[in-house]
């Protein structure tokens, strides 16, 4: 049974820094993409970025591209990223999902995590 964990979600201050992890377990996890996405209360589910089996990042949304890193590590079968700069508006739960074709829309990924949540005070 396919899974992803996320954590490390939390809450923190405008500027500071938060890692999340998205732990695999029930899939070939160096054959999938895995894409972090966001939700805010009363919002739609927005992607962050994506991370290629290869280890080329697709970012979803422009805001976050100087701020966040992501990094997978196949023999952990997980994957981090990293938030710096944090920002009030980054506010939301985060999820991770696993796709197994290249970094695609939202709606065509095949396992979501449960989500952790990022709150960011002013």
């Known amino acids: 049974q396919a899974q992803l964990v996320e954590s490390g979600g939390g809450l923190v201050q405008s500027g500071d820094s938060l890692r999340l992890t998205c732990i695999a377990s029930g899939f070939t996890f160096g054959f999938y993409n895995i894409g972090w996405f966001r939700q805010a209360p009363g919002k739609d589910r927005e992607g962050v970025l994506c991370i290629k089996n290869s280890g080329e990042t697709t970012f979803y949304e422009d805001s976050v591209e100087r701020r966040f890193t992501v990094s997978r590590d196949h023999g952990k079968r997980t994957v981090y990223l990293e938030m710096n700069n944090l920002k009030p508006e980054d506010t939301a739960r985060y999820f991770c999902?696993?796709?197994?074709?290249?970094?695609?829309?939202?709606?065509?990924?095949?396992?979501w995590g449960q989500g952790t949540q990022v709150t960011v005070s002013s």
């Open positions: 999902a696993g796709v197994d074709s290249t970094c695609p829309s939202l709606r065509l990924y095949d396992y």
